[in-house]
Each structure stands twice: as C-alpha cells, then as structure tokens.
Nanobody, 111 residues
Framework: QVQLVESGGGLVQPGGSLRLSCAASGSIFSIYGVAWYRQTPGKQRELVASISSGGSTNYAASVKGRFTISRDNAKNTVYLQMDSLKPEDTAVYYC?????WGQGTQVTVSS
C-alpha cells in the first residue's frame, strides 16, 4: 500500500537548520494535503505544518516564521525546511498523508 519514508533528521546545534523530506509511494499524491507532526516522549503528537493540494500552508504558532513546508508533486515528496532550530524542537517528526504515517525521523537540537 502507501508508504511514506521520512529522511533528513539528525543532530543540530541551536540556531541551525535541517530539511526533512517525506517521499510517498503507492498513491496519487497531488490531490491530497500533507502534514508534518512531531512527538516527544510522554506528549501528544503535535501538528507542526500542513500543505494543501493547492499549496496553501499552515503552521503551528511555535514554528511560524522558522519552518517552511513545501511539496514537489513531480517527486511525490513533501519537505519541511527547519531554520533557527531551538532545543524545544527536538522530537520525532512524522509525515502524514491521507491516513498514513511515515516511520518518523529524529530531530535533536542540542549544544
């Protein structure tokens, strides 16, 4: 069925940047919205950013102005550009497409 593969996570210093990618397969991609969530241990999964089929974007207040979600429909891929990273951004980041979830990619912001 549908598979979502996230990549791009890692360890970064506060103020640094990472770009996450989520590659989708097994479904028509362009007509659906996609979202990025994140989760830390003991906390509920949080919606970080979303992008509609038409390219409209929404962001959690905590990341607005620092993160940018985008999509490349030709590549069936959604991106999350993460700039000015803070320690509180540390989490496992998940891509959601339709009712499918990726495996998650760890982002750790620490000095």
């Amino acid at each position: 069925q549908v598979q979502l593969v996230e990549s791009g996570g890692g360890l970064v210093q506060p103020g640094g940047s990472l770009r996450l990618s989520c590659a989708a397969s097994g479904s028509i991609f362009s007509i659906y919205g996609v979202a990025w969530y994140r989760q830390t241990p003991g906390k509920q999964r949080e919606l970080v950013a979303s992008i509609s089929s038409g390219g409209s974007t929404n962001y959690a207040a905590s990341v607005k102005g620092r993160f940018t979600i985008s999509r490349d429909n030709a590549k069936n891929t959604v991106y999350l550009q993460m700039d000015s990273l803070k320690p509180e951004d540390t989490a496992v980041y998940y891509c959601k497409f339709r009712w499918y979830w990726g495996q998650g990619t760890q982002v750790t912001v620490s000095s």
